[in-house]
């Protein structure tokens, strides 16, 4: 098989002639399809993720969807033929998806829904759970709710705002002025981040109360912003990056909380693997209801051209999720 593998870090990877992988006890062997890209992806190939622990060489790609080509012992969830997707490999040593074929648990793999493409299946997994383990997971959100999503038409913000919206949630989200349609095509109010202070935005949607649930996506100066958004007595602030020192006053003086989702947590420990299958299931529920849809960038990428797909990550020009296109 090929498989695109990164030798070195910050160097560009090299389409290499791999043995095909045998699927060992509670493993499939899938026949890849498609693989995601994610900030994550770019962020290793450049040296910059040591909490993914990546190990070289390796093969990124942290999303998959394929066919079931091969079952390894004890397996009974999936069979040969059967469409699946997940957040499964591309770390801690585990090879990704930017290859033909590839070995992963099957207790991170759901089926795929017959009404979605290979590539918005590749597209989905980490984001989607990302988002639910925030929302959900962390901050229970419920009917009645004010949601703040930040960042709200990017790859975690624009599942966010779906899931809270079917949750019956009053949601808003930040982001800027482009990106207005995307987020109220969403079901979203849209709040411009450059054109309103937190004071402001807080004191127009909240009648200064503060939001129920702020969810940040984005990180650094958006977290603190985020502390203060929180609604007095009992807000919840969740945040996927929250990476760095920030200064805990705000929230404690709203007598707020705050959540840390870390989704690679199951891979890099090896446990509860089944959690991630059983929130795709959910992302199954939604799509089949008509209330989730995932924002594709319209370009094809191949195995020969991925490295062109993280250089557009990287640079900030992807509109909606790239995908690779393996073998589809």
């Known amino acids: 098989m090929q498989a695109l593998v990164l030798n070195a870090f910050n160097t560009a990877m090299s389409v290499t002639d791999l043995a095909v992988p045998q699927a060992g006890p509670g ?46 012992e004890g397996v009974a969830t999936f069979a040969i033929g059967d469409r699946v997707y997940g957040m499964a490999g591309g770390i801690a040593g585990i090879p990704g998806s930017l290859a033909e074929y590839g070995v992963f648990e099957t207790a991170l793999l759901a089926p795929v829904p017959q009404n979605l493409s290979w590539r918005e299946a590749a597209a989905l997994p980490l984001v989607f759970i990302t988002a639910w383990e925030g929302l959900v997971d962390r901050a229970h959100v419920k009917a009645g709710d004010t949601v703040l999503v930040h960042g709200g038409a990017g790859g975690v913000g624009h599942m966010a705002v779906q899931i809270a919206v079917a949750m019956g949630a009053t949601v808003y989200a ?24 937190v004071d402001e935005y807080v004191a127009e949607h909240t009648a200064g109360a503060g939001f129920d649930i702020v969810y940040d996506t984005v990180g650094g100066s958006t977290l603190d912003a985020s502390f203060k958004a929180a609604r007095i007595y009992g807000g919840h602030v969740v945040s996927c990056l929250g990476w760095g020192t920030f200064a805990l006053t705000p929230l404690t003086a709203r007598a707020a909380s705050y959540s840390g989702v870390f989704t ?16 795709l299931l959910q992302a199954n529920r939604l799509i089949a209801a008509g209330e989730l849809r995932i924002n594709l960038d319209p370009r094809h990428f191949t195995l020969a051209t991925a490295q062109q797909a993280h250089a557009a990550q990287a640079d900030g020009s992807a509109r909606g999720k790239l995908v690779v296109s393996v073998q589809e």
């Open 264 to 279: 690679l947590l199951p891979l890099l420990s090896g446990k509860d693997h089944a959690r991630h299958g059983a929130i």
């Open 27 to 72: 493993q499939v062997l899938l026949r890849i399809a498609a693989s995601g890209v994610n900030p994550l992806d770019t962020k290793i190939a450049a040296g910059q993720a040591p909490h993914a622990r990546p190990r070289l060489p390796a093969i990124l790609g942290v999303d998959v969807a394929g066919t079931v080509a091969a079952v390894g």
């Open 174 to 197: 930040t982001g800027s002025a482009a990106s207005r349609g995307t987020i109220e095509a969403l079901g979203a109010h849209f709040i411009d981040y450059r054109a309103s202070t």
